[in-house]
C-alpha cells in the first residue's frame, strides 16, 4: 500500500505479558517515528529512526520499552511486562527525510489495552 | 527542551463564524507543521510551514508562522460542520523529532 501500515490495529493483553507492535513505514522513507497517545491526549514522542544512524530514543518511558528498524525500513516496538499505564494508541509515522524537509505520514496506529 | 503550547484547547463555535488557534513553543524552530485529527482516526497532514512569514491556506483554513515570535496561529474562516476535529501544531527541533501541542478539540455547531 501506499500509506503507513502498522498491526495490529487493535491488542488487548493481560498485565504483565509482553507485546510486540509492527510498523511499516512508506516505501523508501528513511525517516521512522512512534508516538504514544493516551485517551484525550496529545501525542508523546517515543524514538525516532533516521537511516542507520543510532536512534533517538529519549522519549521511553522506562526500560520496558525498546525499539528495532530492520534493514531500514519495518520497525518493531516492544513492550515488556506490560502495564494497565501502558494502554494507550500507539502511532507510526514516517517521512522521506527527517522532518527538517518534510511532514511526517502517520499509521492508523494499534490501540493497546492492558487488563 | 522545546515546550509546546496551544489555546484554546477546547473550541465550540457556530457555522460561518471566524476563529484563531494559536500555538506557541518555547525554544528556536524555523518550520512547523499543522495536522488534524478525526475521532478514532490518525494524523492528517494540513500545512507544512518552512520559514519564517510562511502563509499556507487550504480552503477554509489558514496557517501562518513567525518565528522571531515562536508563534504559528491556525485562522478558521467561515466554519463549517465538516472542520470538526483536534488540531495539533508540531514544530520541528534539531533533536530530529516533532513535539506535539496537546492538540485543540474543534467543534462546530449547525
Known amino acids: 500500500g501506499a500509506g503507513v501500515s502498522q498491526s495490529p490495529s487493535n491488542k488487548v493483553t493481560e498485565k504483565g505479558k509482553d507485546v510486540e507492535l509492527r510498523c511499516d513505514p512508506i516505501?523508501?522513507?528513511?525517516?521512522l517515528y512512534w508516538y504514544r497517545q493516551s485517551l484525550g491526549q496529545g501525542l508523546e514522542f517515543l524514538i525516532y529512526?533516521?537511516?542507520?544512524?543510532?536512534?533517538?530514543k529519549s522519549g521511553l518511558p522506562s526500560d520496558r520499552f525498546s525499539a528495532e528498524r530492520t534493514g531500514g525500513s519495518v520497525s518493531t516496538l516492544t513492550i515488556q511486562r506490560t502495564q494497565q499505564e501502558d494502554s494507550a494508541v500507539y502511532l507510526c509515522?514516517?517521512?522521506?527525510?527527517?522532518?527538517?524537509?518534510?511532514?511526517?505520514?502517520f499509521g492508523q496506529g494499534t490501540r493497546l489495552t492492558v487488563v | 527542551e522545546l515546550k509546546v503550547e496551544q489555546n484554546p484547547l477546547f473550541l465550540s463555535m457556530q457555522e460561518g463564524k471566524n476563529y484563531t488557534i494559536y500555538c506557541n513553543y518555547s525554544?528556536?524552530?524555523?518550520?512547523l507543521y499543522w495536522y488534524r485529527q478525526d475521532p478514532g482516526k490518525s494524523l492528517e497532514s494540513l500545512f507544512v510551514?518552512?520559514?519564517?512569514?510562511a502563509v499556507k491556506q487550504e480552503g477554509r483554513l489558514m496557517a501562518s508562522l513567525d518565528t522571531k515570535a515562536r508563534l504559528s496561529t491556525l485562522h478558521i474562516t467561515a466554519a463549517v460542520h465538516d472542520l470538526s476535529a483536534t488540531y495539533f501544531c508540531?514544530?520541528?527541533?534539531?533533536?530530529?523529532?516533532?513535539?506535539f501541542g496537546a492538540g485543540t478539540i474543534l467543534r462546530v455547531k449547525s
Open positions: 529512526f533516521q537511516g542507520n544512524s543510532a536512534p533517538d
Open positions: 510551514l518552512l520559514s519564517n512569514g
Open positions: 508540531a514544530p520541528f527541533t534539531y533533536g530530529n523529532k516533532l513535539v
Open positions: 516505501s523508501g522513507h528513511t525517516a
Open positions: 509515522a514516517s517521512s522521506l527525510k527527517g522532518p527538517s524537509d518534510q511532514e511526517a505520514f
Open positions: 525554544t528556536t524552530s524555523d518550520r
